[in-house]
């Protein structure tokens, strides 16, 4: 009986952190028109086309004076780049950078990390999709501590309607990330491991 108790307290802990996680993503979207940081950072996955756009779309507006696209797909041009953000050429070839090394979320924060370190920037605006946005900035943080992330979450379709739970698609996107969540919060409370313990000396990029 003491075990099966402790596993419905731990079960029932765990359901009350996914609703509060689920509202926080609710609830982050439409976002809010961000403060003018140095660089603006659309982290590439489900979805990529809106978080480029959007981010374009800071660019365009002002907000930043650069952009990184991380984690692109290798197989992808700077032209295909450019169609999917609907950018005019003139600012995208000045001031658009590309990142083709991040295959993750870690691999964002490392390859956002190397970025702006090189253009000596402070600010960075923060652009993916609402459900992912939480993670994203756990791990930027934990890489970037002394640089001032603005988070500029990109509402997810599967999501929009405010009943992630309704659809087998929309639960199973927030269960999943609220683990991946947890997970990497576990990883820094227990093990100290990611971004943050390499974060101050990381490896030179090749090339």
């Known amino acids: 009986m003491r075990g099966l108790t402790a596993i419905l307290v731990v079960a029932a802990i765990w359901a009350a952190g996914l609703l509060a996680f689920a509202a926080r993503v609710e609830r982050s979207t439409p976002a809010p028109e961000p403060e003018i940081a ?47 953000s609907r950018a005019v050429r003139r600012l995208y070839d000045c001031c658009v950078d590309l990142g083709f090394d991040a295959a993750n979320t870690v691999g964002n924060a490392r390859e956002t990390q190397e970025w702006s370190r090189a253009m ?37 379709s599967v999501l929009k309607a405010r009943r992630w739970w309704g659809t087998s698609g929309g639960a199973r996107l927030m269960v999943v990330e609220y683990c991946k969540y947890l997970a990497i919060l576990g990883r820094e409370a227990v093990l100290g491991l990611g971004p943050r313990a390499d974060a101050e000396d990381p490896a030179p990029k090749k090339g």
């Open 120 to 156: 000596g920037f402070d600010s960075l605006i923060v652009v993916t999709a609402d459900y992912h946005m939480p993670r994203a900035m756990l791990e930027l943080r934990g890489a970037m501590p002394d640089t001032k992330l603005t988070p500029y979450p990109v509402a997810t």
């Open 38 to 84: 140095d660089g603006v950072v659309a982290l590439t996955g489900a979805g990529s086309n809106a978080r480029i756009g959007a981010a374009m779309g800071l660019l365009e507006d002002g907000k930043a004076k650069r952009m990184l696209v991380s984690g692109v797909n290798r197989e992808a041009s700077r032209e295909d780049i450019r169609t999917v």
